[in-house]
């Protein structure tokens, strides 16, 4: 199959998942769940539950802005660049692994989302097993963890992620990635719309908040997790509490999986928008 043709494949792919994404139909659970959310903010002056959103934003970016300066993300971005010169010895810098082939970049972007993955799962492992400094970092290590697969992903695609754009694009994949399934195609056509209103991004000049309370029930359920590994890790085997340790390292891997499945849809259509926007030049 020529590139052009993988191309046009893998355009219809990511059509295909957009269009799952809309069918995706509300359980009942889902539904009473969301209703009980709901109440529960509604109980919350309106003022301090936007006070609580915004001081959220703020806490992300600074984080993401601080795992752009750590070892394991010069690590990442070195291990791609070597992966990258093994179909073009030339490719210097990020940017140049936007002349390889789609099916070259998705094989790149893979080998550094299986290890998140594995990252992710290992971590939840540590979580289940009760202990309270690794249960109560657990929710901090999980955006850690998966802001920087996003980041990681992005520069799979060729995209140098320390910009102010590219920083806050990659918290709106993050918080598109994460909402319940009934939200994300409305997540992914306000991703698909930032794109459209930028031209040259560097600094970014949209919306800049993030957090909203549609993503608050997704956070609901990582502490209910937490809660969960509470009440089952009395159940040991050998002092190992296994079924605690099952839980944690199902739900982040599960968590894990959701978000770079999703950012990986994300930088494969920004990627092949671009060739469009080249090839039309």
């Not at 002092?239 to 978000?259: C, E």
Request: aromatic share 10%; charged share 25%.
């Amino acid at each position: 199959m020529s590139v052009h043709n993988r191309e046009e494949q893998l355009k219809l792919d990511i059509m295909q998942w957009q269009e799952q994404l809309s069918r995706y139909e509300v359980s009942k659970w889902e539904k009473g769940y969301e209703e009980w959310i709901d109440k529960m903010l509604a109980k919350i002056p309106e003022e301090t539950a936007q006070t609580y959103l915004q001081r959220m934003d703020g806490w992300l970016y600074q984080l993401t802005t601080v795992i752009q300066g750590t070892q394991l993300q010069t690590n990442a971005k070195e291990r791609i660049l070597e992966t990258a010169r093994v179909f073009n010895s030339d490719i210097e810098k990020i940017e140049d692994l936007q002349s390889l082939s789609i099916d070259q970049l998705s094989f790149i972007c893979e080998q550094q989302v299986s290890k998140q993955r594995l990252v992710s799962f290992i971590q939840g492992t540590l979580a289940g097993t009760g202990k309270p400094v690794l249960l109560g970092t657990d929710l901090i290590a999980m955006l850690a963890t998966n802001l920087h697969a996003i980041h990681v992903i992005g520069m799979s695609y060729g995209y140098k992620m320390n910009s102010p754009f590219e920083l806050m694009l990659s918290l709106k994949v993050f918080h598109a990635a994460s909402l319940p399934k009934r939200w994300q195609r409305n997540g992914w056509e306000m991703l698909v719309e930032e794109l459209r209103e930028t031209d040259l991004p560097f600094f970014y000049e949209g919306d800049e908040q993030v957090i909203d309370k549609t993503w608050i029930e997704k956070a609901g359920l990582q502490i209910g997790k937490a809660g969960l590994i509470l009440l089952t890790k009395r159940q040991s085997l050998q002092k190992l509490p296994l079924i605690s340790m099952a839980i944690g390292a199902g739900v982040n891997y599960q968590f894990t999986k959701q978000v770079t499945d999703y950012a990986k849809r994300f930088y494969q259509y920004r990627f092949l928008e671009g060739k469009d926007e080249t090839y039309s030049e």
